[in-house]
Nanobody, 122 residues
Framework: QVQLVESGGGLVQAGVSLRLSCAAS????????MGWFRQAPGKERAFVAA????????NYADSVKGRFTISRDNAKNTVYLQMNSLKPEDTAVYYC???????????????WGQGTQVTVSS
């Protein structure tokens, strides 16, 4: 079992930066690919970014490429999402997710956090 707890959300103005954190506990963090997803009001949850455990490979949704960066600190069992140049359309609940497979975490994560709200005002 892996428990994921997100933090760092909040209300910000368009154009600023925000960093989300996801702390993992339970089974060893190593070996798990980690991802971030988001769900905007009235929309389905959507993939944002993912990072592999072994080689640090990353994958991003087109909508956030060049603005968001995913990273991880295996020693701290934590994954981050640095969000720059935030836009009102980035407003959503952001979820951390995990799976043993990098390719699968992008589509069907096995573990989910409870989410953290990010609201970007114009």
């Amino acid at each position: 079992q892996v428990q994921l707890v997100e933090s760092g959300g909040g209300l910000v103005q368009a154009g600023v930066s925000l960093r989300l954190s996801c702390a993992a506990s339970g089974r060893t963090f190593s070996g798990y690919a980690m991802g971030w997803f988001r769900q905007a009001p009235g929309k389905e949850r959507a993939f944002v970014a993912a990072i592999n455990w072994s080689d640090g490979r990353t994958n991003y949704a087109d909508s956030v490429k060049g603005r968001f960066t995913i990273s991880r600190d295996n020693a701290k069992n934590t994954v981050y999402l640095q969000m720059n140049s935030l836009k009102p359309e980035d407003t959503a609940v952001y979820y951390c997710a995990a799976h043993r497979s990098f390719s699968v975490v992008i589509t069907q994560p096995y573990y989910w956090g409870q989410g953290t709200q990010v609201t970007v005002s114009s």
